[in-house]
């Protein structure tokens, strides 16, 4: 069965800290994604990899970054925690193949006080 | 830059009625796919579509897409309680995905 499998459920932080989210998957995916997903505004694409060591910026990539060391996990790193980071934090995962649809993640829901 | 609107983005129905949920997006693209979310929980995969003409079937739920005109509908006939959720699209930009702002929908018995 696929497995998309995220650190934390949930978690608080504070404003300044560093935080950070991995995520692990095991279906030997090239391609792993990190979104954030606010009300009303559905799900935002962070950062992206297609392979190991390799990253590419989304659409709302500022105060993020990102880590691929390994095949199967796909690190999210917030530098410097701000409350506009208060958001649920979804990883996917998918293949190269024309078509394939993401697995996803249970989701990380960060506060940010 | 692409962009995908779904309306309606919240809908209320009975059980027992059809409706459709139209997902519309700005650039061309050949691939689109569905997702349902229940509260608290991930995203599952529902359908995915790969061409013009594309159209898929799964219990209650049917979704279609029509490339020239850049939509794709997702109907639900005859809905059940075990249908609310929120569903998203969304177009293949490049081996990325850019989604819709979603459709909350309860089905009231």
């Known amino acids: 069965d696929v497995k998309v499998t995220q650190s934390s459920r949930y978690l608080v932080k504070r404003t300044g800290e560093k935080v950070f989210l991995e995520c692990v998957q095991d279906m030997d995916h090239e391609n792993m994604f990190w979104y954030r997903q606010d009300p009303g505004l559905g799900l935002r694409l962070i950062y992206f990899s297609y392979d190991v060591k390799m990253k590419e910026k989304g659409d709302i990539p500022e105060g993020y970054s990102v880590s691929r060391e390994k095949k199967e996990r796909f690190s999210l790193i917030l530098e410097s925690a701000s409350t506009n980071q208060t958001s649920m934090y979804l990883c996917a995962s998918g293949g190269h193949r024309v078509g394939e649809t993401q697995y996803f993640g249970p989701g990380t829901r960060l506060l940010v006080l | 830059e692409l962009k995908v609107e779904q309306n309606p983005l919240f809908l209320s129905m009975q059980e027992g009625k059809n409706y459709t949920i139209y997902c ?36 209650r739920l049917m979704a279609s897409l029509d490339t020239k005109a850049r939509l794709s509908t997702l109907h639900i006939t005859a809905a059940v309680h075990d249908l609310s959720a929120t569903y998203f699209c969304a177009v293949d930009k490049g081996n990325k995905l850019v989604f819709g702002a979603g459709t909350i929908l309860r089905v009231k018995s």
């Open chain 2, 24 to 59: 519309n997006y700005s650039t061309t693209s050949d691939r689109l796919y569905w997702y349902r979310q229940d509260p608290g929980k991930s995203l599952e995969s529902l359908f995915v579509l790969l061409s013009n003409g594309a159209v898929k079937q799964e219990g």
